[in-house]
Structure formats: structure tokens, C-alpha cells
């Protein structure tokens, strides 16, 4: 069974900074995915950022870039430059490929963007 | 190209009701979830279709929650009798097939409020 765990209900960061939130996961299988999610209050999922198991280099996306370290099984994503828009809920999630790309999803972390 | 599709936004039913939820997923793709996602916590897989087929069901509560996709298309999830700890936003995804084809696409869900 897959677990995903996300251990900061709840994160301010002042508008422009960096922020890390974070996510650690627990599984047997040699071949996952990692996601990050962004739900905002309106309720949509908005898919930000994708790692492979077996990609070598760290996702980027824009201002998105995920911080994967396969040995101690975190997968954090680091959102720079923060603005007052990423206020929102974070979902960190596993894609388990043996069962047909279904996903895990943590408890999510709340940022919020301070002018 | 034209997102998930979900309706209604929003239903209010009082318990031991029954309600019905339709999706139509994005053309083309395959693979279709539906996602149970209670306040405050991440959305947990409730059923994944490929093609008009069920894939995983596992965590689908079959006494009183049934679900559909005639023709591989659009579906259709159903509770009945509903509980108050049914309330929560119901989320339809779709994906095309394969272990390639990673991103999941959700619709904007549809908040149940059962009293």
C-alpha cells in the first residue's frame, strides 16, 4: 500500500519569498510517480508538477521545482517567488503504476501569501 | 479542448436520500476516477473505470454507493441511502490510458451536503 504524508497543515510565507512544503511517501514499488496539486478555494485541482521514480533530474516547472530525494522517500515542492495567487490548498500525491495510475493523495498543506 | 465536465455543482439532500452525480470526461480518454474528497482532507480514490470496465473498486462503499460508464463515456455515481458522513465534494477525473500518460485531469466536483 502507498501512503503519502504531508506533516504542515497549515505554512505563511511573505509575498516574493521561497517557500518548501513538504511531503514524504512510503511505498514497495520500484516504479511511482509524484505529484503536486494546487486546490484553491474555488475546489479545482490544478496539477503543477510531475516526478518520475526514475528521472534523474528534479522536476521544474515555472516557478515550481520538486525536490526529490528517493533514498530518504521526500518529494518537497519548492515554489519560488511567491505571490498573493498561491494562496491555496497543497496536495502531494503517488500515482501507483502496477494499478492503473491510480493516486494517493496526502492531507494537503494550507499556504498562505502575505503582502 | 473542452475539460471534465461535472454536474451539479452542488446538491443538498437530507439522509437516507438518494443522489446521482454525472461526468463527462475529457474525448478521448480512456480512463476515468472518481474521487471522494471530505473538508479538510486530500480526495480518496472511490472507483477508476478503463473504458466502460471497472479497475480498482476497492475502496467504493458497495452497500450504498453504486457506479457506472455505459458505452466507456460519461458515468454516473450514485449513493443510496445517503449518510450525513457522505458530505463532502465528489471529483471526476480522466486520463488517457497507459503508464505514460501520468496527468489526471479533474472536473470542478460537486459539493454534498447531506443533513
Known amino acids: 500500500a502507498q501512503k503519502i504524508t504531508q506533516t504542515q497543515p497549515g505554512m505563511f510565507v511573505q509575498e516574493k519569498e521561497a517557500v518548501t512544503l513538504d511531503c514524504t511517501y512510503d511505498?514497495?514499488?520500484?516504479?511511482?510517480?509524484l505529484f503536486w496539486y494546487k486546490q484553491p478555494s474555488s475546489g479545482e485541482m490544478i496539477f503543477l508538477i510531475y516526478?518520475?521514480?526514475?528521472?534523474?533530474q528534479n522536476a521544474t516547472e515555472g516557478r515550481y521545482s520538486l525536490n526529490f530525494q528517493k533514498a530518504r522517500k521526500s518529494a518537497n515542492l519548492v515554489i519560488s517567488a511567491s505571490q498573493l495567487g498561491d494562496s491555496a490548498m497543497y496536495f502531494c500525491a503517488m500515482r501507483d503504476i502496477e494499478a492503473g495510475n491510480m493516486l494517493t493523495f496526502g492531507g494537503g498543506t494550507r499556504l498562505m501569501v502575505k503582502p | 479542448e473542452a475539460g471534465v465536465a461535472q454536474s451539479p455543482r452542488y446538491k443538498i439532500i437530507e439522509k437516507r436520500q438518494s443522489v446521482a452525480f454525472w461526468c463527462n470526461p475529457i474525448s478521448g480518454h480512456a480512463t476515468l476516477y472518481w474521487y471522494q474528497q471530505i473538508l479538510g482532507q486530500g480526495p480518496k480514490l472511490l472507483i477508476q473505470f478503463q473504458n466502460n470496465g471497472v479497475v480498482d473498486d476497492s475502496q467504493l462503499p458497495k452497500d450504498r454507493f453504486s457506479a457506472e460508464r455505459l458505452k466507456g463515456v460519461d458515468s454516473t455515481l450514485k449513493i443510496q441511502p445517503a449518510k450525513l458522513e457522505d458530505s463532502a465534494v465528489y471529483l471526476c477525473?480522466?486520463?488517457?490510458?497507459?503508464?505514460?500518460?501520468?496527468?489526471?485531469?479533474f472536473g470542478p466536483g460537486t459539493r454534498l451536503t447531506v443533513t
Open positions: 477525473a480522466s486520463s488517457l490510458p497507459g503508464a505514460d500518460q501520468y496527468e489526471q485531469y
Open positions: 516526478q518520475g521514480s526514475y528521472d534523474e
Open positions: 511505498t514497495s514499488d520500484q516504479s511511482y510517480g
